[in-house]
């Protein structure tokens, strides 16, 4: 198996079905947002929203992955990278699909009709911590603009109630950010930890929460296997958007 990432051009990569600049944007496109946009459930899915969309990954993968009646919604704080994501929806073959809101998620939601089978979002999840370089840079890591209370209670009104709401998360943050969520009534559905080789211990953590109770189904992803080649579960889950992989 050989090793392959996404082609890097123009400041941005080359998906096998599309392209995502990122040069406008406080957070690049990187293995986080690529393991939950080929990991979130799209089955029986008809409505997705992305919240922080920022280049557009989330929803160009999900859109990639769902039939053509799905539509999603892709809602981004930042006018600067929300006037990226546009472009790059504009150019993929989804465009007719996806509408990017330049937008505060807070205030855009309750101007909503209907609800979402599957919301999606890749956090701010640090605490205050250092000055970053830009003020949107700040804003996408640190979770002054929008705690995970907040998210979650956005999450909540949103979702239907077989839906569900998927984040990646550090895994030392993905501990906390559940039990939140369990304590504002979601139920835990999913759990995927992911650890950069096999020896390792998790770094981040996929979860999948529903208003719906049920049984949670948990496993684990190794990004790498021997001498630094993808492993074999992780080229399964993105092998359908990395190039000559």
Known sequence: MSQSKPALRRNGFTFKQFFVAHDRCAMKVGTDGILL????????????????????????????????????????LDPDAAAQARENVSESPWAARIQVHAADILTWLPTQNGRYDLIVCNP?????????????????????????????????????????????????????????????????????????????????????????????????LTIRGPEQHYAEDYTALTQAFYLFM
Not at 39 to 54: E, F, H, Q, S
């Open 37 to 76: 946009g080929a990991w979130a459930p799209v089955a029986n899915v008809k409505r997705i929203l992305d919240i922080g969309t920022g280049s557009g990954l989330l929803a160009l993968m999900l859109a990639q992955r769902t039939p053509d009646a799905v539509t999603l919604d892709a809602v981004e």
């Open 124 to 220: 701010p999840y640090f605490e205050q911590g250092v000055a970053c370089a830009t003020p949107a840079r700040e804003q996408a890591r640190y979770t002054t603009t929008l705690d995970h209370a907040a998210l979650l209670g956005c999450a909540a009104n949103a979702v239907s109630e077989e839906g569900f709401f998927c984040v990646v998360l550090p895994e030392s943050v993905g501990s906390a950010f559940t039990a939140q969520a369990l304590e504002m009534g979601w139920n835990l559905r999913l759990r995927t930890d992911v650890a950069e080789t096999e020896q390792r211990l998790p770094h981040r953590v996929l979860l999948a929460f529903s208003p719906q109770a049920g049984e949670c189904f948990s496993d684990r």
